[in-house]
DNA sequence: TCTATATTTCGATTATTCTAGAAATACCGT
DNA sequence: ACGGTATTTCTAGAATAATCGAAATATAGA
């Protein structure tokens, strides 16, 4: 993944709804929600909604497939992945934050 | 870390600028570097660096420490990581996208 | 105190994002 | 074809963000 790439992905996830919507899917597991059940737990406009989803689908964080008059999303796991596994890489000191891994601090903790 | 620390947190590194800013200091390694190194590698104008320099201290993902007449940048680990841990905790299906970790692919591949 | 260097704050401009109502589209069952 | 449900697109307003030049501030040294 290049940085603009991540970047963007970031970005996709640094809006609270955004973030929200994409913990509710992973939340629902294998199967994904459609749009309506999003709706219903996140209580947020349908075109807002709509706005947002379209937003994690173009930088590929989630999919969607159609099920009869239904909408299903699903996040996309291995891309989630290869976002953490840039962060790991570019964004961190030799092994100083990979989650599990040793908590060797630099510096003070925040 | 809650959701909208992580989002807050997210957004900053949402920007091409300042993932470039981010990266650069944890190139740099321990000792971090000066605004005007910064300036130097990135090619932004002042101004438009230190805005962004700010957002990320605002969030915490850098931290300064003024050495005379320069201003020292250094990335926080220590935050990444609770960052990184909060992704694969609540953004991913069991242990399918800690980084090192299993390629279980839960759907197709990005 | 004066000068030089490093960095931030101010101010203004332009661009982007968020929000949501209304209208449009897509699909299914009859 | 019609009616109903699900979802998106359109449109527009308000809010936020990005950019950068100019002026201001901070620190050190002579």
Known sequence: ??????????????NPTRL???????RAGEEGLPVGKLQQRLDV??????HHIKALVTVGLITQTREGVT???RANYPLMRGLI?????????EGTCAPGGPVKLPREAA
């Open 20 to 26: 929200k919507i994409y913990r509710t899917l992973v």
């Open 45 to 50: 406009a349908a075109s807002t909604l709509s």
């Open 71 to 73: 909408l299903h999303c």
């Open 85 to 93: 596994d840039f962060m790991v890489e570019e964004c961190c000191a």
């Open 1 to 14: 993944m290049n940085i603009d790439d991540a970047a963007a992905r970031l970005e996709a996830l640094g």
